[in-house]
């Protein structure tokens, strides 16, 4: 291991830095609504579980590798890999936290926009404006690429400050500020009239409606939701002391992921179901439902719906910025450390490149007809890529190279920090990353396509 190497400063910032990695978007428009339609506190329960099984199994799996490698993504699995074609799963990662990269700012920097335009109060309006509003937005070819380039600005300007003065500064303002604004949405939304009864629909657990379809959507909500698989998390775990517990970190991970979860689904279903509006999933959800249902719920106090507006696009734009500035980390420790450059100019490299793709995605949504394959605009066709194909399959081949192909000297050493830490559960994790994690990343791939 390269004694050389930055570390993290502190043991806060190595949760709250990769904690920031793994709390994004998908915790806000997906999880509550998958948790409402899906048995409430049961699905909830149900993803707990998953989390346990699934997510941190291959958290630890993913921090072996990066503290181990103490390099760049791709170097990390090489040096593991020891000449053998293993090493390739780690470009794969690379590959695919690239692509990711460039479309996922493009939503990033919607976020941006709805924030400037709950400043400047151009959110205010009946539900047909608001839609009428994000569609001339998201169609528009100039503006959303703008608001892309602003996000990626700032993004590059934390990433060339380094890893302590950088991203760990960054997350240490970033996420207890994303957690307060949480929290005082949360207070607002329980506080309207008829809240309980969205209280209830997220909270009240129905075992009736627990089926295989509900638990592999919450076996692939936990996978997708912790950035497994992206390079996030072995990049960042590169920058790991070797005092840091990586099993203590990584279920310390997964609780903050799950609390934010369902603390976003606390702050949309109370504030939707007070105005007896049905939240629905994705971008249409915090992008066009929710506006419409922040305008309604303080109709009689418009200065407090304009705040509450303007404080959730706020936590939307930290929760992008947070697993966006990650993403970038992944791209830009390769290029440099590759290429044998400086830190800038790999993230100058990343910066401008990821630019180019993201505004190509961001105007294909509008020029469908012109900018698409296979009947799909370039953004849909990246996320479904990436998402759905390259994901799962990097998964699967990381729990397969460290359970099958890394010496477990390796991994006892690593988990317990070089017999410093005890270690019960290790048998329990080397199977589950061996045979458990494949499997049910597996299962996820096949139901994404209707095999099972």
């Known amino acids: 291991m390269t004694e050389s190497r930055v570390h993290f400063g502190s043991k806060i910032g190595v949760i709250l830095a990769t904690a920031g990695s793994a709390v994004g978007l998908g915790n806000i428009w997906r999880f509550p609504y998958m948790a409402g339609e899906n048995g409430g506190a049961a699905f909830i329960v149900l993803y707990i579980a998953c989390i346990l099984v699934l997510g941190i199994p291959c958290m630890m799996s993913e921090f072996i590798i990066g503290r181990h490698g103490a390099s760049n993504t791709a170097r990390a699995y090489t040096r593991l890999a020891n000449g053998s074609a293993w090493k390739w799963v780690g470009y794969l990662e690379v590959l695919t936290g690239f692509l990711i990269t460039g479309y996922y700012a493009v939503v990033s920097g919607w976020c941006l926009n709805y924030l400037?335009?709950?400043?400047?109060?151009?959110?205010?309006?009946?539900?047909?404006?608001?839609?009428?509003?994000?569609?001339?937005?998201?169609?528009?070819?100039?503006?959303?690429?703008?608001?892309?380039?602003?996000?990626?600005?700032?993004?590059?300007?934390?990433?060339?400050?380094?890893?302590?003065?950088?991203?760990?500064?960054?997350?240490?303002?970033?996420?207890?500020?994303?957690?307060?604004?949480?929290?005082?949405?949360?207070?607002?939304?329980?506080?309207?009239?008829?809240?309980?009864?969205?209280?209830?629909?997220?909270?009240?657990?129905?075992?009736?409606?627990?089926?295989?379809?509900?638990?592999?959507?919450?076996?692939?909500?936990?996978?997708?939701?912790?950035?497994?698989?992206?390079?996030?998390?072995?990049?960042?775990?590169?920058?790991?002391?070797?005092?840091?517990?990586?099993?203590?970190?990584?279920?310390?991970?997964?609780?903050?992921?799950?609390?934010?979860?369902?603390?976003?689904?606390?702050?949309?279903?109370?504030?939707?179901?007070?105005?007896?509006?049905?939240?629905?999933?994705?971008?249409?959800?915090?992008?066009?439902?929710?506006?419409?249902?922040?305008?309604?719920?303080?109709?009689?106090?418009?200065?407090?719906?304009?705040?509450?507006?303007?404080?959730?696009?706020?936590?939307?734009?930290?929760?992008?910025?947070?697993s966006l500035i990650s993403l970038h980390e992944v791209n830009t420790a390769f290029f440099y450390e590759e290429l044998h450059i400086s830190r800038k100019s790999g993230a100058v490299i990343v910066t401008v490149v990821c630019c180019l793709i993201g505004a190509v995605c961001s105007v294909s949504i509008g020029q469908k007809e012109t900018l698409s394959l296979f009947g799909m605009n370039l953004f849909d066709l990246f996320d479904f890529v990436t998402g759905q194909i390259m994901l799962p399959v990097a998964g699967m081949l990381m729990c397969l190279f460290v359970g099958w192909y890394v010496p477990k000297r390796v991994l006892r050493d690593e988990i317990t920090n070089w017999g410093t830490l005890k270690c019960r559960f290790f048998n329990v994790y080397l199977y589950a990353v061996r045979i458990i994690c494949p499997l049910c990343i597996l299962a996820i791939l096949l139901h994404q396509f209707g095999v099972i």
């Not at 075992?207 to 998390?233: T, W």
Request: glycine share 6%.
């Open 116 to 322: 400037y335009a709950s400043i400047a109060g151009e959110l205010k309006g009946d539900p047909t404006y608001v839609m009428r509003y994000f569609e001339e937005f998201s169609h528009n070819p100039v503006r959303p690429v703008f608001w892309t380039v602003i996000i990626f600005l700032v993004t590059h300007f934390v990433i060339i400050h380094g890893v302590r003065n950088g991203i760990e500064k960054a997350s240490k303002a970033m996420m207890p500020t994303l957690f307060i604004l949480l929290l005082v949405i949360v207070v607002a939304s329980c506080m309207l009239p008829d809240a309980g009864k969205g209280i209830d629909f997220l909270l009240n657990p129905d075992f009736s409606k627990v089926d295989s379809n509900v638990f592999l959507g919450a076996l692939g909500q936990s996978f997708y939701s912790l950035s497994i698989a992206m390079g996030c998390l072995c990049t960042y775990a590169s920058y790991f002391s070797r005092s840091t517990n990586i099993t203590s970190s990584a279920v310390q991970i997964g609780l903050i992921d799950t609390v934010v979860a369902v603390l976003a689904g606390l702050m949309i279903f109370p504030a939707a179901f007070s105005v007896g509006v049905s939240p629905d999933s994705g971008p249409s959800l915090i992008f066009i439902t929710l506006p419409n249902v922040f305008n309604q719920a303080f109709a009689s106090m418009p200065v407090v719906g304009w705040i509450i507006s303007l404080l959730f696009y706020a936590l939307l734009s930290l929760a992008a910025l947070t």
